[in-house]
T-cell receptor, first 113, second 114 residues
């Protein structure tokens, strides 16, 4: 079964701290692993993504770490800010499946000022 | 171009009524996806179109659900004989040719079935 498992469900971090969200997948055919950010009342927005041929990708304060052998990947938010407070979804898709994206259940992040 | 547009933003209906939602994708995006999101969960895939062709439907999409994308532009999602379990956020997303993996979502239609 195609499935993406995400943890934790919720996370509280102090301003300036590091937020870490983890994700595990089952289907080794997945070849694209994005993270989406969603604010209340809005649709998810692509934040950062990685392909399995690299182990890490960094964009500004956001970093994805990817462990292909463990079938796990994680999102690190450095210097977390109150404006980062949102729900984060890991996801996975494969080109042969029309890039039908499978989402995790989400992590609600709250950054305390 | 202002992104993916969905209408209405909110819909309240009584059980048994039919409802229709509209999605206008980003212009020239060739693929259009429908997802459903319930409270505390991630979006679940329902169906997708490449241009006007509906290429895949999820098992979540019962016979009461139908989607169209005439002329490969806007899309409609109709739910017939709504049930309370249909209450959810219905999200539309589109992707551009050459980058089919990058979903651009609209703000969704929140459906409440009373």
């Amino acid at each position: 079964q195609q499935q993406v498992k995400q943890s934790p469900q919720s996370l509280i971090v102090q301003k300036g701290g590091i937020s870490i969200i983890n994700c595990a997948y089952e289907n080794t055919a997945f070849d694209y692993f994005p993270w989406y950010q969603q604010f209340p009342g809005k649709g998810p927005a692509l934040l950062i993504a990685i392909r399995p041929d690299v182990s890490e990708k960094k964009e500004g304060r956001f970093t994805i770490s990817f462990n292909k052998s463990a079938k796990q990947f994680s999102l690190h938010i450095m210097d977390s800010q109150p404006g980062d407070s949102a729900t984060y979804f890991c996801a996975a898709s494969k080109g042969t499946g029309g890039f039908k994206t499978i989402f995790g259940a989400g992590t609600r992040l709250f950054v305390k000022a | 171009d202002t992104g993916v547009s969905q209408d209405p933003r909110h819909k309240i209906t009584k059980r048994g009524q039919n409802v229709t939602f509209r999605c206008d994708p980003i212009s020239e995006h060739n693929r259009l996806y429908w997802y459903r999101q319930t409270l505390g969960q991630g979006p679940e895939f329902l169906t997708y179109f490449q241009n006007e062709a509906q290429l895949e439907k999820s098992r979540l999409l019962s016979d009461r659900f139908s989607a169209e994308r005439p002329k490969g532009s806007f899309s409609t999602l109709e739910i017939q004989r709504t049930e309370q379990g249909d209450s959810a956020m219905y999200l539309c997303a589109s992707t551009q040719r050459g980058q089919p993996e990058k979903l651009f979502f609209g703000s969704g239609t929140q459906l409440s079935v009373l």
